[in-house]
């Protein structure tokens, strides 16, 4: 009890010059020391953006260890000492933001502690950034996309307005008839018909704390994939409960305002509800992003995973889709993935376009990720 209590002290005092405990914290208590130091220590009360990156985790993992009562509590603080205030109410400051993933992230993980007055200019807020990256992303995501789903339905033999020219004329070079200047189409190449949805892709999202800009990213890159008639894009997020966020997915900001940033974290339980809705396997990328923390049922988890690869779908683990450098994750289970040939791997948003093109292209993924993933 003695130790119990010196170590509430330590966490209030806040560690470094002001503990005099002479506790130590475990690996659980630290994360919540840390949670409590994003928002009360002075040197990062001030951090929105690309300066601080993990308050918005730190903001979401508070769910995970305080009851609901005290989470409230420090989210109102927070909306308070990080100046989100100001931000929100001032038109000036709204001006002046700079598009950053990590803002986002953190009015996602205080939407429910936003004044409600205040709730449209962060809708506002969040719209900017997510414009900007729509602008940036929408273009690649859907040239490399749609260019893999033209490449994979294409045949032999085509009809007349079947027929990829481009590709058939390079096929037939070696047909070249000087004499009459043209070239023999002894080998045709067609897109051949198309089906109502060629391809099922599938993102599982976690949505605990650690993930903000994963899920930022994830939301952005769902809502361009489900505006490409030729794919069937669901949207799954998760902690220890799970939402299909599928119908939000016309309007990336609605979808972005749906997650909940924070908690735990069930993967198994997430792996379930997604393996229920998945009707052509062989037909289906499942892109699942965590880092792979199980607080479920790892063994049962990995018996999905199992499954799901001997199924015929094309399971993919981003780690992280971010900028933000090397991940924190589970190397046990990212190597279990590793003896069923899944890949497990961080992936920055410029990546994806072209991951999803080889993903649809049925590409060796592994040799993908040597040529151009750095490790």
């Keep these: 009890m003695q130790e119990e209590y010196l ?7 806040g560690g470094d010059e002001a503990d005099g405990t002479g506790v130590s914290l475990s690996k659980e208590e630290i994360r919540m020391d840390e949670c409590l130091e994003a928002v009360y220590d002075s040197d990062r009360s001030a951090g929105l953006g690309s300066s601080a990156p993990k308050v918005s985790r730190w903001l979401g993992d ?26 929100l109410t001032e038109p000036e400051m709204l001006e002046g933001v700079v598009p950053d993933v990590h803002l986002v992230a953190t009015l996602m993980s205080l939407s429910r502690a936003i004044p409600e007055k205040s709730k449209a200019t962060a809708r506002e807020v969040v719209r900017k950034v997510v414009d900007e990256l729509l602008r940036k992303l ?3 995501t859907q040239q490399a996309v749609t260019g893999a789903l033209n490449r994979s339905s294409r045949r032999r033999n085509p009809r007349y307005n079947e027929i990829d020219w481009n590709t058939t004329i390079t096929k037939n070079l070696k047909n070249y008839q000087p004499d009459y200047k043209t070239i023999i189409p002894e080998i045709r190449i067609g ?6 949805a060629m391809k099922d892709i599938v993102l599982c ?12 990213y994830s939301g952005i890159f769902g809502s361009v994939l489900a505006s490409i008639p030729a794919v069937s894009t669901r949207m799954v997020v998760f902690d220890t409960e799970v939402a299909d966020l599928t119908d939000e ?9 749906g997650v909940q940033l924070g908690g735990g974290t069930d993967i198994d339980r997430a792996l379930h509800y997604c393996m229920e809705r998945i009707t052509r396997p062989e037909d289906t990328t499942l892109v699942l992003v965590t880092d792979l923390y199980e607080g479920g049922n790892e063994r049962e988890m990995r018996k999905k995973f199992v499954r799901l690869v001997q199924s015929g779908v094309q399971l993919i683990v981003l780690l992280a889709l971010n900028d933000d450098g090397s991940p924190s994750y589970d190397r046990g289970n990212a190597a279990f993935l590793g003896t069923l040939g899944v890949p497990a791997f961080a992936c920055t948003p410029d990546k994806f376009p072209e991951l999803m093109s080889a993903a649809i292209n049925k590409q060796d993924l592994n ?9």
């Excluded at 170590?7 to 005092?13: E, G, S, V």
């Excluded at 016309?250 to 305002?257: A, G, I, K, S, Y």
């Design 7 to 13: 170590k509430r002290w330590r966490l209030i005092l």
């Design 62 to 87: 508070i769910r995970e260890f305080f009851p609901q009562s005290v989470v409230q509590v420090i989210q109102r603080d927070a909306v308070s000492r990080l100046h989100l205030h100001e931000l």
């Design 138 to 140: 929408a273009g690649p």
């Design 191 to 196: 897109y051949g018909r198309r089906r109502k």
């Design 205 to 216: 999202i976690d949505q605990s704390g650690s993930m903000g800009a994963s899920v930022v």
């Design 249 to 257: 997915m016309e309007d990336p900001v609605d979808l972005l305002f």
């Design 367 to 375: 040799l993908w990720i040597a040529q151009n993933i750095k490790s």
